[in-house]
């Protein structure tokens, strides 16, 4: 065992993200606090740190009870902290469609309606 794990190693090996990158990234944006404090990826970890990952409108809460910065089977990766996280939200699948940029394209652009295309083929022969 070390004196500390880097954070973002320890989000990996603690699944909360599916790679070493993506938990980068989630610190540098500030959505991952620890003891209350917007954390850095490279901070090192120390046993009872409480860290809060925030994943969308769901933020997830874990106390740190073993440092590991390799990988360990999926049966074993809740040993290494407590969950103290409310349940997930239901996705709300109105706020999901709202989210979304609605798609926009001027009329006639992109590929022809079958109507248009026998109008073509129309005009071809």
């Not at 120390?46 to 809460?61: A, N, S, Y």
């Amino acid at each position: 065992m070390t004196a500390g794990v880097r954070l973002d190693k320890w989000l990996q090996v603690a699944r909360a993200f599916k790679t070493r990158t993506q938990a980068t990234k989630a610190c540098t944006l500030g959505r991952v606090r620890v003891n209350g404090q917007v954390a850095k990826p490279h901070r090192a970890l120390v046993l009872e740190d409480r860290v809060e990952v925030e994943k969308g409108d769901w933020i997830r809460v874990l106390v740190v009870k073993e440092l590991r910065d390799k990988t360990l089977p999926k049966a074993e990766v809740p040993r290494i902290y407590e969950d103290l996280s409310p349940p997930r939200p239901e996705p709300d699948p109105w706020q999901r469609l709202l989210r979304r940029k609605p798609v926009t394209r001027e009329r006639g652009a992109g590929r022809p309606t079958k109507k248009e295309r026998r109008e073509i083929d129309r005009l071809r022969e």
